[in-house]
Every structure is written in C-alpha cells, then in structure tokens.
C-alpha cells in the first residue's frame, strides 16, 4: 500500500474505533451496537481494492481486539474484518466512483450480516456461547438495520477521501508526457528534425549531397 493509504486508513480507523467504543457503544440500543469500523474498512475496500481492504480490515479488528474494554480474544475481530474487507474490495466500483446508492447498501447490508455471523462462528469454535444466549436472529436484524441508517452518513464520506487523497500527480505519468510531447514539437517546429527519428538526419545528408553535387558541377564549368 502507498503512504498515503496507510496514513488515511490508520486515521479513519483511529477515529471510528474512538467513536465506536466511547459513543456508539454507550448507546445501549436494542440487540447489536452500529459498528462504525466495519463501515470505514468497507468504504476504504470499495476504494483500494481486495488486497487492500483485506489489510485495512485486518489491521482495524486487530487494534479494535487491543483496544479495552475488549472482552474477547486478540485476533477474533482482526480476521472477520480482513475477510470482510476482502470481499467488499471484491465488489469495488469502476475508478472507485459510485454510479448509485444500491450496490454499496446492498454490500453493507451482506457485510453487517456477514461479519455477525462469521463472529459469532470464530466464537463457537473457541467456546464464547454468548450470541446463543443473546439471539442470533436479533443480532443479525439489528446489525444490519443499524450499520444501513448509519451507512449514508459514512462510507460516501470515507470513499471520497480515499479517492482524493490517492490522487496523487507525482504518481502520474500524464504531466512528464505532456511535457515531452511539447519538447519535442518545440524542437521539430524549430529545427525541422524529428526528436528520436531518422528523418532529420537523412534531410541533413540529401541537402549536404545536393550542395557537394553543384561544387562539382561548378569547378567542371571553370575547367572547361
């Protein structure tokens, strides 16, 4: 990933998981809590790609496993995200631009869906019983309602900034080749030579001959 990624993503993830854990998590809404992280690694894969949202989503769950007041094992979320992020970046749109709202709703809606099930999987394989005592039903409708109303307000936003700020001209090979093209026809238009071709240099030869041929013509004329 460029610089540029990484510092956009660390601070899109620092500030979601600090809103995430000190005002969405304090909500105390029924059945599961709006997960603003999930968002942001989403509208960042609809951006960067599946590699790159593979690495967003796997660095995010991993800082939000370490973060208190954590009270599941450390790298239980990290991998929800990573596949999470994965399949998002799957799903990215043409140059990262939205045509519609449908599709990114749509790939939230399966995302919510997706990572409550895929963490409550991790869960049973390592003993946590706790979303069989809580619904899983419940939890699913929940998510995917909450992170649905929450979506317009934050993945448009974190998409938009992903794309400006991975812009980069210094990456752009359009300005060097504009700048050679008008060299170049800067040098034709002066000289007459081809810059890189061979058509300047058989000019250059034809008129050297033209000009040795009426030298010759001349000091015959004087010898007669």
């Known amino acids: 990933m460029r610089v540029n990624r990484i510092l956009l993503a660390a601070a899109l993830v620092v500030v979601a998981l600090v809103i995430q854990v000190s005002v969405l998590a304090r909500l105390h809404l029924p059945g599961a809590v709006p997960d603003l992280l999930l968002l942001t690694v989403v509208g960042l894969a609809m951006v960067y790609g599946h590699v790159g949202g593979a690495l967003v989503g796997f660095g995010a769950g991993l800082l939000a496993d370490l973060a208190p007041p954590a009270d599941h094992a450390a790298g239980r979320y990290a991998l929800v995200l990573c596949v999470i992020g994965y399949c998002a970046g799957l799903v990215r749109p043409e140059?990262?631009?939205?045509?519609?709202?449908?599709?990114?709703?749509?790939?939230?809606?399966?995302?919510?869906?997706?990572?409550?099930?895929?963490?409550?999987?991790?869960?049973?394989?390592?003993?946590?019983?706790?979303?069989?005592?809580?619904?899983?039903?419940?939890?699913?409708?929940?998510?995917?309602?909450?992170?649905?109303?929450?979506?317009?307000?934050?993945?448009?936003?974190?998409?938009?900034?992903?794309?400006?700020?991975?812009?980069d001209p210094l990456t752009e090979n359009g300005p060097s080749v504009k700048a050679g093209n008008i060299s170049s026809g800067w040098l034709s238009s002066g000289t007459g030579l081809r810059v890189g071709g061979r058509s300047g240099l058989g000019t250059l030869k034809a008129k050297a001959r033209t000009r040795s041929a009426r030298v010759g013509r001349i000091k015959g004329v004087k010898r007669l």
């Open 95 to 167: 140059n990262g631009r939205l045509k519609s709202a449908t599709g990114p709703m749509a790939v939230v809606v399966a995302a919510a869906v997706g990572s409550t099930l895929l963490y409550a999987g991790v869960g049973a394989l390592v003993g946590d019983t706790a979303a069989r005592h809580v619904g899983l039903t419940g939890l699913l409708f929940s998510a995917a309602l909450y992170d649905l109303l929450l979506a317009p307000f934050v993945v448009p936003g974190v998409m938009w900034l992903a794309r400006r700020t991975d812009n």
